[in-house]
């Protein structure tokens, strides 16, 4: 299978891993035994059920009901970077800077002192095929989050000197952006795997672009992509699904759904290419290296067999504790051989593609031999696996996906996304049928 690799040598930030031990005297560990009664199984029996409701224009709202105090709502958009061409790359993240700088109903200075006056959190992100906004709140807020949200979709005011504004402070991000060369490693990898294809722009887009996007532009990507069809209201917390549902008919429900002369826009296919990119710096120490093979789109099965897989391989860094104890068997080849910084697995999916592939820094002196073993670890998985990796891969996952429901906001991220990529909710529950099912050895 066809192969994209990228290597850069450049300096590193490691990220530091603590293991905290137990120091808790004796007379406290049966404390701690009680403060934790529910098994693994009753959690997933227990867990709130998704509500989704579809409005006339198209709009989908979900919910999940936790009882909590607080709540968060958003709205997860299918629009990002892959949805924009060489002229207008970074438009998106350029209207996601300026959503909370105010509105046509609430000025800058007043929108900032509505949120801050109940105490709330907004937030936002753009993602190659995504944008979301989302604010954190007491539950007694929702109607008021609900209509700062609508307000922020529909009614961004894009001043002319908020433009100019923000222009700078992304430049100054691009910069940033620039220093952080694991950041950068993944923008090369989907240049060259995407190459000639949306999927291969940033986020950020060019400086170019940045220094000359309109507002005009932006508009047009508005009027373009932000369509009912295209959109969830999502919320987690002390929620009641029908009072988001009404929230939701109230301030959303004149969000359109038609595009100007039924010109809907198609993703066209962003085809993969085996390829190789390589920028060298001899001044700086070390390589940052990530090398990928085409994977699955979000809803292919074989993801649950994939993320097993790179649980076997595992993760490791220098400031790990452990030495040569690692349970990844590539982790105590890294270690005893002396072989990289760090590494790590990932599997990047989006709505018909993916990269599968393997990310590590290390000296400019390693990064054959760091490669050799890693391609040895994929051959492994195909060969000699055993049944108790294969086990030990299994429950590292779903810890992983488990810990994904800690909290409001990535509970109400995952019902956003999930119904954007799936078209449905998919329950941890349903999850960990999947990963029971799945393989029983590579």
Not at 7 to 21: D, F, I, K, Q
Not at 130 to 139: D, G, H, P, R
């Amino acid at each position: 299978m066809a192969a994209s690799s990228v290597c850069r040598a450049a300096g590193c930030v490691a990220s530091r891993g603590l293991l905290w031990g137990s120091h808790s005297p004796p007379a406290l560990w049966s404390l701690t035994r009680r403060a934790s009664t529910a098994s693994y199984a009753q959690v997933l029996h227990n867990l709130p059920e998704t509500h989704v409701t579809t409005l006339d224009n198209g709009l989908r709202v979900g919910s999940e009901h936790s009882g909590q105090s607080t709540c968060t709502v958003g709205v997860w958009i299918e629009a990002g970077s892959r949805h924009e061409n060489e002229k207008n790359n970074g438009v998106g993240n350029f209207i996601e800077h300026l959503a909370f700088k105010g509105t046509k109903k609430r000025p800058g200075a007043a929108f900032e002192k509505e949120v801050e006056s109940m105490g709330a959190h907004l937030n936002g992100y753009t993602s190659r095929e995504q944008t979301a906004f989302f604010i954190k709140a007491l539950s007694k807020d929702l109607p008021k989050a609900v209509e700062i949200l609508a307000d922020v979709v529909q009614n961004c005011s894009l001043e002319d000197s908020q433009i100019e504004k923000e222009r700078n402070v992304i430049l100054q991000e691009m910069k940033e952006i620039d220093g952080s060369l694991s950041d950068v490693i993944f923008d090369y990898l989907h240049a060259t795997a995407y190459q000639g294809t949306a999927l291969g722009q940033t986020v950020e887009g060019t400086t170019a672009n940045a220094k000359r996007l309109t507002r005009a532009d932006m508009v047009e990507y508005i009027d373009t992509h932000f369509k009912a069809p295209r959109m969830v209201l999502a919320a987690a917390g002390g929620i009641d699904h029908k009072e988001l549902v009404d929230l939701a008919k109230q301030h959303f429900g004149n969000v359109p759904y038609e595009y100007k002369d039924d010109a809907v826009p198609i993703l066209p296919h962003c085809r993969f290419t085996g390829s190789e990119i390589q920028v060298r710096d001899d001044a700086l120490p070390l390589a940052h290296v990530a090398i990928a093979v085409e994977g699955p789109a979000w809803s292919n099965p074989d993801n649950i067999p994939l993320l097993v897989a790179n649980s076997v391989i595992g993760r490791y860094d220098i400031t790990f504790g452990g030495g040569k104890n690692q349970s990844s068997r590539l982790a105590t080849i890294a270690v005893e051989n002396k072989l990289c910084q760090n590494f790590q697995t990932f599997n990047t999916c989006y709505s018909d593609t993916g990269l599968f592939g393997f990310y590590y820094v290390t000296d400019t002196m390693n990064v054959e031999d760091t490669l050799h073993f890693a391609q040895g670890e994929w051959m492994r998985l195909c060969t000699s696996v055993t049944d108790s990796e294969v086990k030990r891969a299994k429950n590292i996952l779903r810890n992983t996906l488990a810990a994904q429901l800690d909290g409001t906001t990535p509970v109400c991220e995952a019902i956003g996304s999930h119904l954007l990529k799936y078209g449905r909710r998919i329950s941890l529950e349903e999850w960990d049928a999947r990963i029971s099912v799945s393989i029983t050895g590579l």
